[in-house]
C-alpha cells in the first residue's frame, strides 16, 4: 500500500525566512511525484510532477527535488502569499490514482 | 475557461437524505475523479473515470455512486447520506490518467 507522510504539519516563517517541506513516500515503483498548493476554500492546483530520483523542478521562490525516499518543497525568501497548504501525492506503477498526504499549512508573516 | 465546476458549493443534509454533487469540466479531459477531504487525512479517491463510459472505485467507494453522463460532466450521488460522510468534496479532471488533476473549488457537505 502506497504510503505519503508530509511534515512538519505546520510551519509559520517571517517573510524572507527560507525553508523546506518534506514529503517521504512508500511505494513499489514511482510512477510520478506530484506538489500541488491548496488555499483556503479552494481546490488544489498543480505545481510540479517529479519522475525520477534527482530531478528538480522551480518555480519562482518555489523549488522541488526528488530522491528515492522522499521529496523536498524548498521555498527561498517567501512572502506572505506563498502563505497556503503544500500537498504532496504519489503515483504507484499501476498509474490509476494519486495517494495524497495530509499536507503542511505554511504561514508566512509579514 | 471555467476549468472545473462544481455545484452546489455548501450542503447540508439529514441522515438518510439523498442528493447528487454535480461536476462538470470545459478542458475537453478525458479522466475525471472524486476525491474526499477530511482534516488529517488528506484527499481520498471516492471513484474515477478513466475515459466516458468507464466507472471504478477508488480507496473509499462505500456509501457513493457515480455516473459519467458525457465526456464533460460526472456526476456524485449519496444515497442515504449519513454523518460520516460530512466532508469536503473535490472533483477533478486530467487529460489522461497519468496527468495532472485539475480541481473544482468544492463542496463543503454536512449531514446531520
Known amino acids: 500500500e502506497d504510503q505519503v507522510t508530509q511534515s512538519p504539519e505546520a510551519l509559520r516563517l517571517q517573510e524572507g525566512e527560507s525553508s523546506s517541506l518534506n514529503c517521504s513516500y512508500t511505494v513499489s515503483g514511482l510512477r510520478g511525484l506530484f506538489w500541488y498548493r491548496q488555499d483556503p476554500g479552494k481546490g488544489p492546483e498543480f505545481l510540479f510532477t517529479l519522475y525520477s530520483a534527482g530531478e528538480e523542478k522551480e518555480k519562482e521562490r518555489l523549488k522541488a527535488t526528488l530522491t528515492k525516499k522522499e521529496s523536498f518543497l524548498h521555498i527561498t525568501a517567501p512572502k506572505p502569499e506563498d502563505s497556503a497548504t503544500y500537498l504532496c501525492?504519489?503515483?504507484?506503477?499501476?498509474?490509476?490514482?494519486?495517494?495524497f498526504g495530509s499536507g503542511t499549512q505554511l504561514t508566512v508573516l509579514p | 475557461n471555467a476549468g472545473v465546476t462544481q455545484t452546489p458549493k455548501f450542503q447540508v443534509l439529514k441522515t438518510g437524505q439523498s442528493m447528487t454533487l454535480q461536476c462538470a469540466q470545459d478542458m475537453n479531459h478525458n479522466s475525471m475523479y472524486w476525491y474526499r477531504q477530511d482534516p488529517g487525512m488528506g484527499l481520498r479517491l471516492i471513484y474515477y473515470s478513466a475515459s466516458e463510459g468507464t466507472t471504478d472505485k477508488g480507496e473509499v467507494p462505500n456509501g457513493y455512486n457515480v455516473s459519467r453522463l458525457n465526456k464533460r460532466e460526472f456526476s456524485l450521488r449519496l444515497e442515504s447520506a449519513a454523518p460520516s460522510q460530512t466532508s469536503v468534496y473535490f472533483c477533478?479532471?486530467?487529460?489522461?490518467?497519468?496527468?495532472?488533476?485539475?480541481f473544482g473549488s468544492g463542496t463543503q457537505l454536512s449531514v446531520l
Open positions: 501525492a504519489v503515483q504507484g506503477p499501476m498509474g490509476r490514482q494519486l495517494t
Open positions: 477533478a479532471s486530467s487529460e489522461a490518467q497519468r496527468e495532472k488533476l485539475f
